[in-house]
């Protein structure tokens, strides 16, 4: 069984940091693209960041790039999102999801998701 368990938000000032961390189990980690998704009240799920699996590639959301950084550690089939520099807009549920073979940040692209992480920056 497929499983994504993320940790790692809570109640952040803005210009804070955060690492939230994503666990991975039931599948062969080398072979799926990661990606963190975030979804703020009444607002569609946007992308934040992915690693793809082919070759990879680290993409970044247009606001994150530059505060954010991605990373995985394939020996403890986790994937990390360091986020500096927060801002109020930064809040929101944040996904990690999964997919086989991905090679793009989409969210339609993800087939498994995990239950979301609570990120709350205050002004």
């Known amino acids: 069984e497929v499983q994504l368990v993320e940790s790692g938000g809570g109640l952040v000032q803005a210009g804070g940091s955060l690492r939230l961390s994503c666990v991975a189990s039931?599948?062969?980690?080398?072979?799926?693209?990661i990606g963190w998704f975030r979804q703020a009240p009444g607002k569609k799920r946007e992308e934040v960041s992915c690693?793809?699996?082919?070759?990879?590639?680290?993409y970044y959301g247009d606001s994150m790039e530059g505060r954010f950084t991605i990373s995985s550690d394939n020996a403890k089939n986790t994937v990390y999102l360091q986020m500096n520099s927060l801002k109020p807009e930064d809040t929101a549920v944040y996904y990690c999801?999964?997919?086989?073979?991905?090679?793009?940040?989409?969210?339609?692209?993800?087939?498994?998701w995990g239950q979301g992480t609570q990120v709350t920056v205050s002004s």
């Open positions: 690693i793809t699996n082919e070759d990879g590639s680290i």
């Open positions: 999801a999964a997919v086989y073979s991905g090679s793009y940040c989409f969210e339609d692209e993800y087939d498994y």
């Open positions: 039931g599948f062969t980690f080398d072979d799926y693209a």
